[in-house]
């Protein structure tokens, strides 16, 4: 295979990983803003119905006062059928937007399958977890994005190197791009979990002391959560979001242990989970949490402070290289660079 063409190779190999990411980028914030329409559906319905109601109320007195012997019904009458008429329809998506939502609805009914266990397994499905993507959907549009991959990466590949490249190498041409279009998502969303792992620990001993303020002027356990939500979204941005997903799970019917499970097994952290019992223990017993708080506050500052020595100490050892490789030459041309030039003129003068 020439240069030319193991550059191509590597050209769409990068691109097709750029558009996994930017699909994936597209998907969350699809899923943010399915999740806004979905909700401003459910209030536009609610209301609706408190409406149909209080009409179908004031219909129905009336019909009985002016005439008790009609008996006709009252949710029968023009206003309640008007109302009924005028229910909210989703509207028509069209574009990248309903192309994904399309995708994401043929991946969540092919997960039950087995080929949908096999492609997105539970190590995968805990990753999307990490990722912060909840639903079905993404799991759905990951399964989809790996099944592409795997079949749009080696049909490029054998149209590129069909005419050019000898049948060992194209065979494993294609092997290697059917490997490459499988495992990309999974690269991503295992690069993100990382960091979102590595988030988390940096912005728990914040978390912590936020707590702990809001608790020390007398909001409860579901204010204080609310306001790190609403409020601190900016300074938290992995906590405050796994936080507004625990919130929802527990408006929406689950107690306070079963939404922040998830939290708690996610990320693999001792510390979080330490966080999460104790913010069990208060909102099943109750009590004052000011100074548990404080003294874990404390603990992990001091864990912090001695990972950064850490950190520091492995700097200083690889920064010696560094040194020997960039600082020495120069501090020998500048120390010995005189001397060795008056040598050289005396040897030079002797000779003449």
Request: glycine share 8%; net charge positive; aromatic share 2%.
């Amino acid at each position: 295979m020439q240069p030319t063409q193991l550059l191509a190779l590597a050209l769409v190999v990068a691109a097709a990983a750029l558009l996994l990411l930017a699909g994936l980028l597209i998907a969350r914030l699809a899923a943010a803003r399915r999740s806004v329409r979905t909700l401003a559906h459910a209030l536009d319905e609610r209301a609706l119905q408190s409406a149909v109601a209080a009409t179908a109320r004031v219909d129905q007195s009336a019909v009985k006062a002016s005439n008790a012997a009609n008996g006709s019904n009252a949710s029968h009458s023009p206003n309640a059928s008007a109302l009924r008429g005028v229910a909210p329809h989703g509207t028509r998506r069209d574009g990248i937007e309903g192309l994904l939502e399309r995708c994401a609805d043929a991946g969540s009914r092919w997960l039950d399958t087995s080929i949908g266990r096999q492609v997105v397994a539970q190590e995968d499905r805990r990753l999307l977890e990490q990722c912060g993507f909840v639903d079905v959907r993404a799991r759905g549009l990951f399964l989809i994005a790996r099944i592409v991959g795997a079949i749009v990466l080696p049909l490029v590949v054998a149209a590129l190197g069909h005419a050019q490249v000898d049948r060992p190498r194209y065979v494993l041409a294609v092997i290697v791009a059917f490997v490459c279009g499988v495992m990309a998502p999974k690269l991503v969303l295992r690069r993100r979990a990382a960091a979102r792992c590595s988030a988390v620990v940096d912005e728990l001993p914040m978390l912590v002391d936020l707590l702990r303020l809001l608790q020390g002027v007398g909001l409860s356990l579901d204010q204080s959560l609310q306001v790190v939500v609403n409020d601190f979204g900016g300074v938290l941005p992995v906590l405050s979001s796994e936080l507004e997903i625990a919130q929802r799970q527990f408006a929406a019917g689950r107690t306070r242990e079963q939404s922040l499970s998830r939290l708690a097994s996610s990320f693999q952290n001792e510390d979080l989970r330490a966080v999460v019992r104790l913010l069990i223990q208060v909102d099943r017993h109750g009590g004052a949490v000011q100074e548990p708080l404080k003294q874990f506050g404390d603990r992990l500052r001091e864990t912090r402070r001695a990972m950064l020595r850490e950190r520091i100490g492995r700097m200083a050892v690889k920064m010696t290289g560094v040194m020997v490789l960039t600082l020495l030459p120069a501090l020998m041309i500048v120390t010995a660079g005189p001397g060795v030039l008056s040598v050289s003129h005396s040897l030079k003068a002797m000779h003449r």
